[in-house]
């Protein structure tokens, strides 16, 4: 059974004598150096557990350079991510996570901040960012960055999904079934996703010798709007002197609006109007119908995100920067049917 005076935190040299190692083994097991046995790793972590030992971070920052801490930075966002799809790896590899929102005129503010606070590596989000890659490391301060974007132009490391793959999965699909006249429903296009969604679409269509159909560009942005969006661009199709049969929507809440939007005017999904969104919400597969979407995997991207954050945290001098690419999946429920 672990001894040590009750009056006090357990210490290093505590935890080594119970353990039987030397405390240089004891804070390799702490800052998670690979080269630990891994029955070395968990005896000592067992006593720690039985001692109640609580690393002191502050001293550990000063010995280490190193805080534990990453920080997940969202820059002009203007919506939420799931933050548990970036806080459960973060924890799960020992880290403290930091969220931030910030905009273009504050990102500088921010990684300043993040310098000062001395975090391992940094997760960013900027689904509309086109910074330069220079730019983006100068003002990083060194700090091992990952992008959560398709940056398709950038060299530092991001992983995204390839979304006009992901669109031309949607209209071909459409286009399969018969649909000649495909609508849409977009999004602002300053976002890169929103705007490689239309230009997929765009391409799709002529392609097969078709002309796009009408389209709605309205505010993509924070959740609360989506599904008004998603609204009024319906009703404002409905007013255009133009037939469609088929609907591509930016993403599913936006698909959610357009289907109350169709309801109230009399008309059915997929009986009048097909439809297909994009994300796989979790309410796409409880609407009725039943909504078919493009899947994206996006607890995949963000552990696959971190994986490499971490790996350039431990290798800072060997590191290769990785660009990936992912591909989605087109789930087909019961919203699409061939056309009457």
Known sequence: MP???????????????????????????????????????????QVMEAMGYERNLAAQMLTTQRSRTIQIVTLDAEFHLDITQ???????????????????ESLAKTLDEAAARMVDGIMLYAPRSCMPDDKLIALSHGIPLVRRDYAIDSRLTWIGFDQQHATHLAVRHLIDLGHRRIAHITGSLEFI???????????????HDLESGPVYVGTYGAQRRDMKNGYDGMCELLKRDREFTALLVVNDRNAMGAMRALADHGLRVPD??????????????????????VY??????????????????????TYKHHQHVLIADLVVRQSTRAPA
């Open 193 to 207: 996703n929103t705007r490689l969604r239309h230009d997929g679409y765009v391409k799709t269509m002529g392609e």
């Open 3 to 45: 001894t040590h005076p009750q009056n006090r935190r357990p210490t290093i040299r505590d935890v080594a004598r119970e353990a039987g190692v030397s405390h240089q083994t004891v804070s390799r097991v702490l800052n998670d150096y690979p080269k630990v046995a891994p029955e070395t790793r968990a005896r000592v972590l």
């Open 296 to 317: 994206f995997d996006f607890d995949f991207q963000a552990q696959l995100g971190f994986q490499y954050l971490f790996e350039q945290i431990r290798n800072p001098e």
């Open 272 to 293: 009048d109007v097909s439809i297909v969104g994009f994300d796989d919400n979790p309410i796409a597969s409880y609407l009725v119908p039943p909504l078919t979407t």
């Open 86 to 104: 970036f806080t459960q790896p973060v924890k799960q590899a020992g880290y403290s996570a930091v969220v931030t929102d910030c905009t273009a």
